[in-house]
């Protein structure tokens, strides 16, 4: 445990560093930090739009907008909140601008580039089981509305505090419950629908 | 969801799926736990939200393609160079205002008493003082225009090269 918190808070302040050398100017800086939220912030973008051209335009969007207004960041705030709340503007504007009508529509499947983060199970059958389970949860979370999939990310995938899922969502803390709950039931109801509980249990 | 009464089997039921996100405050995770060790229904239930909310923390992670990371990368530097030009461009323009003036300024008196003698200080026709005024900032700024192109050229050709 004492491990674990120690590596966040070299995580923390190597970010800090990052941070304080980008707003200097260092061009470096940003690679830095593209290498290190690269993935979770592609992600993010992804649950959020689920489209993977338009996640990786509004990835790389979200990138020069960092790059533009890493001056205006106060650094006494959490950067990964600041970061996820620049790609969330980026990815609301697009939502409303090109596709409003499609807030609901369910994950097209067979996304690409997706890959396996390290697995727990012993044998290749249960690699397949489990890949099986995680393409149908993948596909019932797709099915949710922007908002119910957004929270779930936020909390499930980014491991956020409700708190800073609040700084994000620039909602209070109650809205982040009952977004939270909400789409909770709503992925089981869906999950419920498409078959028996042992199949994604 | 705060309650100061104690919570009913019903409400604690309505509060599974959060605790299985470990979004509760603690006194109501408290009687969250409470209640599961009474209640076997609860239990079940509370099993079934513990393992969606697993299954979610397991979901795969897709990544951006290294082909992406290099074109944000290129982006990026690319986006820094022009901001740099951008501002230093904005630099030689404010010198240049500020150079032009002072030199219209400050140089104004030598050309009148170089062209004019020292007559020219008593002389009371402002007119022609001020159309040479006019004339001589002109000349000014004509040449800080050229050198300010001549920069801009100069900084175009750099970029093309680069």
Known sequence: MAGIAEASWEGRVGV???????????????????????????????????????????????????????????????????????????????LRRYRPESLD?????????????PSVAETALERVI???RAARLTDAMGSLPAVYREVLTLRFEEEMKLEEIAVVLDAPLSTVKTRLRRSLEGLRRKLESQGPAEDWR | ?????????????????????????????????????????????????????????????????????????????????????????????????????TLTLAGWPIVRLATHGVSSWLEVGFTKAWMDLIGYTALGWLTAGVAAMVLTWQKRRERRLA
């Open chain 2, 1 to 101: 969801m705060k309650d100061h009464k104690k919570p009913d089997h019903d409400t604690l039921r309505g509060w599974l799926s959060l605790a299985a996100a470990g979004a509760l405050e603690p006194e109501e995770q408290a009687e969250v736990d409470r209640h599961l060790g009474a209640c076997e229904e609860c239990a079940a239930e509370f099993e079934r939200w513990r393992v969606l909310a697993s299954g979610l923390k397991r979901l795969p992670t897709p990544q951006p393609s290294a082909a992406l990371v290099e074109r944000v990368r290129a982006s990026i530097v690319a986006a820094t160079a022009a901001q740099a030009e951008k501002r230093w461009n904005q630099g030689v323009l404010i010198f240049l205002v500020l150079f032009s003036w």
């Open chain 1, 130 to 132: 489990l890949q099986e």
């Open chain 1, 105 to 117: 529509e369910p994950l097209p499947s067979g996304e690409s580039r997706e890959e396996q983060i």
């Open chain 1, 16 to 94: 800090d560093a990052d941070v304080a050398r980008l707003r200097k100017g260092d061009p470096e800086a940003l690679g830095a930090l593209l290498e290190r939220y690269q993935n979770r912030l592609y992600r993010y973008l992804l649950r959020l739009v689920r489209e993977p051209a338009t996640a990786e335009d509004l990835f790389q969007q979200t990138w020069l907008r960092v790059a533009e207004q890493v001056k205006k960041y106060d650094p006494r705030r959490n950067f990964d909140a600041w970061l996820f709340t620049v790609a969330r503007n980026l990815a609301i504007d697009h």
